[in-house]
């Protein structure tokens, strides 16, 4: 009965031990946008792709990840929605417990930027009716495959040549990829700087997702 049990533990401390790198995380919160390939991911998460390649692989090994191919190229996706609620789960403990990361999640957003008194369901509604414009600030492909409703694209690589788009009437809440991500920040910055009201909203896609909310696609 021992070894049975010991089996049983170990297998669900195979889910532990894949999920026990920063980087491995890294690489599931860029999953949970969309699949990409070895080459995007190493890019994304700024490590070489032969280290890239060796975390997917325990990744995989785990049943987190699924592969593809496209041509040459493999595309990796997460095995199931439920591998982002996971990573999301993981990090809100994280956030509640460990105050050495509620400092560091403090300092990516000044208070000021952050979107206050606003619950989703509020922010919904108001960008339903155009009093809010929900800005998606990550790259377009991430876009395509999942965003918030009535949410506006343009990736933070591009905002600054295309801030004539945004009507300087109507505030702006960015996002991009959850609360670890920076691109909404600066983008928050550059707005603010160019004299719109922005607000930056630490959910993602993932977050929107694990509350039970509805999100679009474009394809």
Same mark, same amino acid.
């Given at each position: 009965?021992?070894?049975?049990?010991?089996?049983?533990?170990?297998q669900v401390a195979r889910i532990g031990k894949a999920v026990a790198s920063p980087k491995r995380l890294e690489l599931i919160e860029l999953l949970?946008?969309?699949?990409k390939t070895v080459e995007m991911l190493a890019a994304q998460a700024e490590i070489s792709i032969k280290l890239a390649s060796a975390h997917l692989k325990e990744l995989r090994q785990a049943?987190?990840?699924d592969t593809s191919r496209d041509g040459k190229y493999v595309v990796y996706r997460l095995a199931n929605?439920?591998?982002a609620d996971l990573w999301v789960n993981l990090r809100t403990q994280a956030q509640e417990r460990l105050v050495e990361l509620q400092l560091a999640l403090n300092g990516i957003v000044e208070h000021q930027d952050a979107l206050q008194g606003m619950d989703q369901a509020t922010l919904l509604k108001?960008?339903?009716? /155009?009093e809010v414009l929900i800005l998606d600030v990550r790259p377009l492909e991430e876009y395509d495959a999942?965003?918030?409703p009535h949410a506006r694209s343009i990736p933070v690589s591009e905002l600054k040549?295309?801030?004539a788009e945004l009507p300087k009437d109507v505030p702006i809440v960015a996002y991009c990829? /959850?609360?670890?991500c920076l691109m909404a920040r600066d983008a928050v910055a550059l707005l603010r700087k160019k004299g719109h009201r922005a607000q930056h909203l630490s959910d993602g896609v993932a977050e929107w997702r694990a509350r039970g909310l509805p999100v679009e696609t474009t394809t």
């Open positions: 009965m021992r070894e049975i049990k010991n089996h049983l533990y170990e949970c946008q969309c699949e049943r987190l990840v929605p439920s591998v108001k960008a339903t009716s /155009g999942a965003h918030l040549k295309r801030l990829r /959850g609360p670890f």
